[in-house]
Nanobody
Framework: VQLQASGGGLVQAGGSLRLSCAVS????????IGWFRQVPGKEREFIAG????????YYADSVEGRFTISRDNTKNTVYLQMNSLKSEDTALYYC??????????????????WGQGTQVTVSS
């Protein structure tokens, strides 16, 4: 299974970006999907997740109400719509796929497959 993240870039504070995560080698419908981000010197942080059952998504408090995770199983792609971006959202963003149990969905180690990361930079 391979994941390819894209859509990052430079945006002004208050702006929007949509990240995409294209999955190949298997159907994305088989996996839970998580989005994480990381800045140098810090641990990888969970920001959004959606289970393969397509039940209600999960968000970190820091992005709740601003970010939206969605999945299009027909395109084998997962998206992260990011609105009202802040300078503290600047990070390398990763998508991940796996079959974590519910209680571990926010942990990076619970995911088996990772994309290469796409950089998001928010200027203030």
């Amino acid at each position: 299974v391979q994941l390819q993240a894209s859509g990052g870039g430079l945006v002004q504070a208050g702006g929007s970006l949509r990240l995409s995560c294209a999955v190949s080698g298997s159907s994305v419908s088989r996996y839970d999907i998580g989005w994480f981000r990381q800045v140098p010197g810090k641990e990888r942080e969970f920001i959004a997740g959606r289970r393969r059952s397509n039940s209600n998504p999960y968000y970190a408090d820091s992005v709740e109400g601003r970010f939206t995770i969605s999945r299009d199983n027909t395109k084998n792609t997962v998206y992260l719509q990011m609105n009202s971006l802040k300078s503290e959202d600047t990070a390398l963003y990763y998508c991940a796929a796996g079959t974590p149990i519910l209680s571990t969905m926010r942990r990076p180690e619970a995911y088996n497959y990772w994309g290469q990361g796409t950089q998001v930079t928010v200027s203030s």
